[in-house]
């Protein structure tokens, strides 16, 4: 089977594995406080133009979701949100499992607006009864958003206006960063990204890493003992520089940027293919994400030879699938899936 259901299905890039095979004859400080954190975190700074930013490498995605989540707010503060944001939908409840509740807001093409934010800002000042209510502290956004869809500059600089004018943190999940960056028509960097955020992540673990993922805090008013809450959430890895290599090596001469750009290209030769005999998509996406309503027939002809992901029926004979591509897919692989694609009962 030809995998095309999500971007972390292979080990890591050779260029990470390299360089965690490189530390095999050394001994390290534990804890992330080594020279391959250091060299890591040097490298990204050199991106952000913040140097009062900070940077902590954490195992996984929803590891520094609901511990950025929960370190920034209080016990009654709660999360705006997408109704399709990944830490409503996909994480178990785990904001809710440390005591903060997602507030959800519908959905665009997996984004929402800094006029909804406001207007959920103004319901919650109007409705007098503040006190027996979760109070909305943070605004999560994912870029890329869950499907595939790109926050432009001035939305993001929209959004981070509302967050400062009313006090919320604004918390971003760079899970699939890299492809956001890359993606067709994107006119933000990464220091556009520090600029506007409270907290971000780069992601690794979807984006070559074997696993991992760098926090940023921007904010210097709220970087006081993250590693507390590191720790006291078993993130903190013993052996830190096995994330720090990792980052390191992403971040050397520009390598992250590169096969991220290089999983796109693939990408949207897939979507070229489906949109050639007439499928549908299900959302215009510029990244390494690609939607498409199949029938079943479709369906069943592709699942003989690739694998993809289900994600739901949208009525009878209509069918949401989406196909991820990653820097191990391969020229190969690519042409196979385009080939069949051609063979499709329309």
């Known amino acids: 089977m030809i995998r095309f259901n999500n971007d972390y299905n292979r080990t890591g890039h050779p260029a990470v594995l ?39 490498y954490v195992i996984g995605g929803t590891q520094a979701n609901y511990i950025g989540i929960s370190f920034l707010l209080r016990p009654w503060e709660g999360v705006l949100c997408a109704d399709t944001g990944h830490i409503n939908v996909h994480e178990t409840g785990a904001p809710e499992h440390v005591g903060h509740k997602c507030l959800t807001m519908p959905n665009t093409n997996g984004k929402i607006s800094a006029e909804q934010i406001k207007e959920q800002l103004d319901i919650f000042e109007i409705g007098g009864i503040q006190e027996h209510v979760v109070v909305p ?50 006119d933000f960097t990464l220091a556009d990204i520090a600029r506007v955020a409270d907290m971000f992540y780069i992601g690794g673990t979807k984006c070559g890493a074997l696993f991992g993922e760098a926090v940023v805090i921007t904010n210097p008013a ?17 052996k830190g520089w ?18 991220t750009e290089s999983a796109i290209a693939k990408a949207l030769r897939i979507r070229d293919a489906f949109t050639a005999i007439g499928v549908e998509q299900f959302v215009e996406s510029p990244t390494n994400q690609q939607f498409f309503i199949l029938s079943d027939d479709q369906m069943a002809a592709l699942e003989t030879d690739f694998t993809f992901m289900f994600d739901h029926i949208i009525e009878p004979n209509r069918n949401m699938c989406r196909f991820c591509t990653s820097w191990a897919s391969t020229d190969e692989e690519i042409d196979a899936l385009c080939a069949a694609i051609a063979q499709l009962p329309c």
Do not use: W
Not at 242 to 259: E, M, P, R, S, W
């Open 222 to 238: 709220v970087q006081s003992n993250y590693r507390n809450a590191m720790k006291q959430n078993g993130a903190m890895l013993a």
């Open 18 to 56: 390299a360089a965690l095979a490189a530390t095999m004859e050394e001994s390290y400080e534990g804890y992330g406080i080594d020279p391959c954190c250091e060299r890591a975190t040097e490298l990204i700074k050199a991106h952000l133009n913040c140097p009062e930013a900070q940077v902590h």
């Open 137 to 186: 502290k943070m605004v999560y956004l994912s870029q890329p958003t869950e499907v595939g869809t790109v926050y432009s500059l001035a939305e993001l600089e929209a959004i981070s206006a509302v967050c400062k004018e009313n006090g919320l943190y604004l918390f971003i999940d760079g899970a699939r960063m890299g492809y956001g960056l890359a993606a067709e028509g994107a």
């Open 242 to 259: 096995l994330l720090g290599a990792q980052f390191a090596a992403l971040f050397t001469d520009n390598l992250y940027f590169k096969i």
